[in-house]
């Protein structure tokens, strides 16, 4: 393998969203140099850089195959309950499985669908900007959710929640639109959390603490009946 492509290889594409906070990034740095102010320009140069970092958007390889939840976000699986959903999504009032991703600030920020679906709402909610690994962000943070229907009718939910230095979600896709899986549906700015909610009696195949990778990690199988599975850190 040439030493260009390996350079290439490990080089990830940046989304367009953040080319704009890259350039007030680098921007201000250029300036402090010009000032002299050293120790702050540097920092500057490190901010640019993590900027850059942080707006990456790199191809993933989805699983395909009829019934996959693949996990919409990069991150740590913070939670895994029974909960009701809440009102914005348009889905019965009764208690299923919940799984939370939780996204730091080094995390890729993209977030893709779970699986082909159609989208039947998407809502959005104003809110606070409260640590998004609270349990109550669900219901009082800025979030945006989206009602997803399969072709068979059956239907799970998909909640971007903004964080507490998250300030705007960005969606990428339009009510009624036909989704793939793996497929980028959004983006949320600076920290954050993406919660799935999977029809009443399926479990997660995830483990509470496991790192999650959008369009890649499986975290439920809509045509198994398999319980809960548990892990353990090693």
Not at 112 to 117: G, I, Y
């Given at each position: 393998m040439s030493i260009a492509k390996s350079v290439s290889e490990v080089l990830v594409p940046i989304h367009r969203e953040g080319y704009r906070f890259i350039a007030i990034f680098a921007g201000v740095t250029l300036v402090l140099f010009?000032?002299?102010a050293g120790p702050l320009a540097w920092a500057g140069v490190v901010l640019t850089l993590w900027c850059a970092y942080f707006f990456r958007d790199p191809e993933r390889v989805t699983p395909l195959r009829d019934g996959l939840v693949i996990s919409p976000a990069d991150g740590r699986i913070s939670a895994i309950e029974e909960v009701i959903p809440p009102v914005e999504l348009d889905l019965p009032r009764e208690p299923v499985t919940r799984i939370s991703v939780f996204m730091n600030v080094f995390d890729v920020h993209v977030n893709?669908?779970?699986?082909?679906?159609t989208?039947?709402?998407i809502a959005y909610v104003p809110g606070l900007f409260l640590n998004a690994d609270l349990d109550?962000?669900?219901l009082d943070n800025e979030r945006q959710a989206f009602t997803l229907e399969r072709a068979n009718g059956q239907r799970i939910g998909v909640v971007q929640i903004a964080g507490l230095v998250a300030r705007r979600i960005v969606k990428f896709v339009n009510d009624g639109e036909h989704l793939s899986a793996g497929q980028r549906i959004g983006?949320?700015?600076f920290g954050s959390r993406v919660d799935v909610?999977?029809?009443k009696g399926v479990k997660s195949l995830a483990c509470l603490g496991q790192r999650a990778i959008a369009g890649e990690?499986?975290?439920a199988d809509l045509e198994a009946h398999e319980a809960e599975r548990q892990g353990r850190t090693s």
């Open positions: 010009w000032l002299h893709r669908s779970p699986l082909d679906a989208i039947r709402r109550k962000a669900s983006l949320i700015r909610y999977l029809p990690t499986v975290l």
